[in-house]
């Protein structure tokens, strides 16, 4: 069955360091895999998608993403922090086949001044 | 993100109510989606319509009841609610289909007292 793993359950940085959020899937091809940011009260927005490729990837905000098939990973990153960043990030995973998405449990980041 | 609009944005319901929560996407998409935020739990698949398939989430309780009518309209019929049924509920949509993204809406915040 597919899973998505985000180990990290809660990340404080302080503004203007850099940002790494890990992300791990499990499926046994490649998958489609997307990083999605909620605001308090707000839906999920995307920020940006892997489908095929380059496996470096870019996205809204200043944040991007590396597909590393050996290690199943599907990091995101942003080389420097702002406040505005403050937001529960989720990775997700969709199979080849089908319509369904699967997200990991998200990681809250907090950003300190 | 306009693209997915639900409404009410807030509902607060007695568990002998009966209410429905709505969704609309301007998106041309032809895959609807209801998604169950709870606080410090994963996000919950509750429904899926799609042109290739109807999936739902046999834990889901047969209080929350979904139509879909349409490809661009998705209710979530709500009757005899639980304390613990409050939560953020989201609607989404995407193309169907392989290598699609899905789109959220803003969420329903519903209260059952």
């Known amino acids: 069955a597919q899973s998505v793993t985000q180990p990290d359950i809660h990340i404080t940085v302080s503004e203007g360091a850099s940002l790494e959020l890990r992300c791990n899937y499990s499926?046994?091809?490649?998958?489609?895999l997307f990083w999605y940011v909620q605001s308090p009260g707000q839906g999920l927005q995307l920020l940006l998608k892997?489908?095929?490729?380059?496996?470096l990837v870019q996205g809204i905000k200043g944040f991007e993403a590396e597909f590393k098939r050996s290690q199943s990973s599907f990091n995101l990153r942003k080389p420097s922090v702002h406040w505005s960043d403050a937001a529960e990030y989720f990775c997700?995973?969709?199979?080849?086949?089908?319509?369904?998405?699967?997200f990991g449990t998200g990681t809250s980041l907090t950003v300190i001044p | 993100e306009t693209g997915v609009t639900q409404t009410p944005r807030h509902l607060v319901m007695g568990m002998t109510n009966k209410k429905s929560l709505k969704c609309e996407q301007h998106?041309?998409?032809?895959?609807m989606y209801w998604y169950k935020q709870s606080a410090k739990k994963p996000l919950e698949l509750m429904f899926v319509?799609?042109?290739?398939?109807?999936?739902e989430n046999n834990s889901v309780p047969s209080r929350f009841s979904p139509e879909c009518p349409n490809s661009s309209h998705l209710f979530l019929h709500l009757h005899t609610l639980q304390p613990e049924d409050s939560a953020l509920y989201l609607c989404?949509?995407?193309?169907?289909?392989?290598?699609?993204?899905?789109?959220f809406g803003e969420g329903s915040w519903l209260t059952v007292v």
């Open positions: 997700a995973v969709k199979t080849n086949t089908g319509n369904q998405f699967y």
């Open positions: 892997y489908f095929s490729g380059d496996t």
């Open positions: 499926y046994g091809a490649t998958p489609y």
């Open positions: 989404a949509s995407s193309e169907g289909g392989s290598g699609n993204t899905i789109y």
């Open positions: 998106l041309g998409h032809n895959a």
């Open positions: 319509y799609s042109l290739e398939e109807r999936v």
